[in-house]
């Protein structure tokens, strides 16, 4: 993947984390930043988030990405916790599939979580996907947006462009 691949999926994959935040989950946004390194691993997004709701942002967030490829794959659980286990492997790798696994271990049979948060998460990206997009692009442009005010203008032109059929 290029440099340019890798901050688009960036963008998307930040992107998704806002939008479920804001509108599935309702938690408040501080910013979300695209770091200039093209770095997936820097790029950050700073809110407050309850447990499960971590969970469930952080699946959309790897929905997101996915989707922007062109595709929602959810991935088996066994390829999930091996990654996951991987990602434990080092503190400094520690991200979203580490945070969604903990989750996960924290409840009866995480494996049963696990498909019924990706299945829920899966109807959920495409339900939001103009709002993602719209965020992903400004994301792009920009590198930086700040708190839950300059993005949940843009979700909301989105939201009425959708609505009125454009």
């Known amino acids: ?54 969970a469930t ?3 959309g967030a790897l929905r997101g990405a996915a989707r922007d490829m062109g595709e929602i794959r959810p991935e088996s659980w066994e390829a999930f916790r091996e990654d996951a286990v991987s990602e434990a492997e080092d503190e400094s790798m520690w991200g979203d599939t580490f945070d969604l696994i903990e989750e996960l271990y924290g409840m009866r049979d995480p494996e049963e979580k696990y498909t019924g948060v990706v299945s829920d998460t899966e109807e959920t990206v495409r339900e939001l996907w103009p709002e993602i997009t719209a965020v992903s692009e400004i994301l792009m442009k920009l590198g930086r947006l700040e708190g839950d005010d300059e993005v949940a203008r843009i979700v909301e032109r989105a939201r009425e462009q959708r609505e009125r059929g454009g």
Request: charged share 15%; glycine share 4%; net charge negative.
């Open 57 to 59: 942002c952080t699946s």
């Open 1 to 54: 993947m290029t440099e340019v691949d890798h901050y688009r999926t960036t963008c998307f994959h930040e992107a998704a984390h806002v939008v479920f935040a804001l509108k599935v989950c309702g938690f408040s946004l501080q910013y979300v930043s695209a770091d200039d390194s093209y770095s997936p691993l820097k790029a950050q997004c700073s809110m407050a988030m309850p447990t499960i709701g971590a």
